[in-house]
Structures are given as C-alpha cells and as structure tokens.
C-alpha cells in the first residue's frame, strides 16, 4: 500500500488525529497549518450555499411531518408547529455557521454565508414544489426575518448596507 492509497483511505478521525499530532510537534507547521485553517474557513461560496439551503429545505418529506405530528406520550404537536420545528433543525447548522464565523472574528465571511442561507430559504420559498412546503407556507418568511435580525444584531451598518443592497438584488420580494 502506498503512501497516497494510505492518505485517500484514513477516515476523518484519523485525519484530525493526525493533524493535531502535526501541529504539537512543530511550531513552523503549527503556523502553517493555521494559515491554511484561516483560509479554508474564509472560502464562503454563496451560491453554493444557497444551493445547499435549498436542497436542505426541499428535502424534507412531508411524511416525516405526519409520523411526528399529532398525539404521542409527551402531548399534542399540531402538524403547524412540528413544520416549523422541523424546518428550524434543517436550519440550525446553516445559522450556527454564521455564529461561528462571528465568533472567529470573520465579519465578511459571516455575511457571505447569510447572505447564502437567506438566498437559500428565499429560494425554496419561491421555487420548491415540496409537497412539505404546503404545510409551512409563512413559515420561510419567519426564519428568514429572524435569521436576518440576528445577524443585523451584531453586524456593523456598513455591512448591514452591503446586505441589504444584496438582498434588494436577490430576495426583492422580501425587502
């Protein structure tokens, strides 16, 4: 077995094992690794983003709505509300990111990628044939407006202008 066969084969554990093995040993490759890490994270694609939101969205099946709806051990969860629950989860790991990216002090890269999740949402919104949809009609807008508040919370208004103009470009009925 080669060393190439050897490195397309190990899982990610193995990887970030490795990894962090790599970056305790050498203070240069500590510092290269850092800048490479730096530069993958700032590698935002909107586009793809949003394409991600939307096949995220589109793929929820109505029928998992109907199983976990209605009445169970717990209560009553209206079909209404297990939508909106449901769509938040598909949700949830597109917001994190942008919490992330905050977080890091990636005020551009944070922006990027809402700008991705909010085109995405959009996007369903207007173009889905989901069956699931019929089931949350508001429920997009909802997010949508919440994601955006969120964000605008902790973004400068420079930035809160350059999204705005975006999302006067992409998501006009909405603005």
């Known amino acids: 077995m080669g060393r190439n066969n050897v490195f397309d084969r190990i899982t ?13 040993e050498d203070q240069n490759i500590e510092q290269t690794i850092l800048k490479i890490a730096d530069n993958v994270i700032r590698e935002v ?3 793809e983003i949003c394409e991600d939101v939307f096949f ?11 199983n976990r709806s209605g009445a169970s051990s717990d209560g009553y969860t209206s079909t209404v509300d ?17 919490v992330r990216l905050s977080e890091l002090n990636m005020e551009k890269e944070a922006m990027l990628y809402c700008m991705g999740l909010l085109k995405g949402i959009y996007q369903y919104d207007h173009e889905s044939e989901s069956e699931f949809k019929d089931w949350s009609t508001d429920m997009p807008g909802e997010c ?32």
């Open 144 to 175: 949508f407006a919440d994601i955006l508040r969120g964000w605008k919370k902790q973004s400068t208004s420079k930035k809160i202008e350059e999204m705005n103009s975006f999302l006067m470009k992409e998501c006009s009925q909405w603005i």
């Open 82 to 98: 297990m939508a909106y629950e449901m769509l938040e989860e598909e949700l949830d790991f597109f917001s994190s990111e942008v």
């Open 45 to 47: 694609d909107v586009d």
């Open 12 to 24: 990610p554990d193995e990887a970030l094992e490795i990894l962090r093995r790599l970056f305790k």
């Open 56 to 66: 995220a969205l589109d793929g929820i099946d109505v029928d998992d709505l109907w």
